[in-house]
Every structure is written in C-alpha cells, then in structure tokens.
C-alpha cells in the first residue's frame, strides 16, 4: 500500500493538472516547508526568479545576481540537493533550470505578493 496521498484522475490524460487536490498529511507538510525554507533566503530567491523565465548558466546567473560566481555556485548546488532545480551539460557549460511548472508559478506568485505589500498595489484572485 502506497503512502502518497490518493490524487483524482484529470478530465484530459493528455493535459496535466495545475491543481492536485490532497489532504496534507504530515510527510507533505514537511516537504513543502522544505521547499519554502529554500525561497526563504534573497539571493537563492533572486536566482531561482531568474530561472523562472528559462535556462541559465552559472556565469549568466552571476551577471544578475550581484555576488560572487562563488556564492552563486554554493546557492546553485543547495537548489540541486533540495530538487528545485536540475541541470543539463552544455559542452562546458553546466545548464540549469527549474524543476517544474508549479515551482515557476510559486515563485512568480511569491514575487507578485511581496511587489503588492511594497507598492500597496491591491490584491486580487
């Protein structure tokens, strides 16, 4: 018997889902703080944004973020271990990208929020 939550077949097999009704239990609760403790700190956020409008090396990535190629390679590698980003070879060059479509959203969403509270913009659905 599995212990991943029982998800409800989507109308269109070949169109996957943006919303996966589930119960968070304990195990997924703990997952998604992971995942929100890694956007919690500014320059990973500020990456993994910069990721969210398509591939990037390192040295791109550098060119955005205002740090050290060092420091952007040691949030670059946290991102991999925790599964949020995956990376492909390029001849030299390291690739990265997000993992998935709900990551992107979550950032871009995070993103929109924290420009709403600072511009007073109003809030919408």
Excluded: F
Aim: aromatic share 2%; no cysteine; hydrophobic share 35%.
């Amino acid at each position: 018997m599995s212990s991943q939550p029982e998800r409800p077949s989507t109308a269109d097999p070949d169109q996957p889902s943006l919303v996966h009704p589930v119960a968070p239990g304990p195990e997924l609760l703990e997952a998604a703080a992971g995942t929100l403790r890694m956007l919690a700190e500014p320059t990973r956020l500020h990456l993994l944004w910069q990721l969210s409008t398509g591939p990037k090396t390192v040295t791109e990535l550098t060119g955005v973020a205002r740090v050290p190629r060092t420091v952007v390679s040691q949030h670059l590698a946290k991102l991999r271990l925790s599964g949020l980003v995956d990376t492909r070879k390029d001849g030299r060059h390291v690739i990265y990208s997000l993992h998935d479509g709900h990551l992107v959203r979550l950032i871009r969403e995070t993103i929109n929020h924290a420009d709403h509270r600072i511009t007073g913009e109003p809030t919408h659905d």
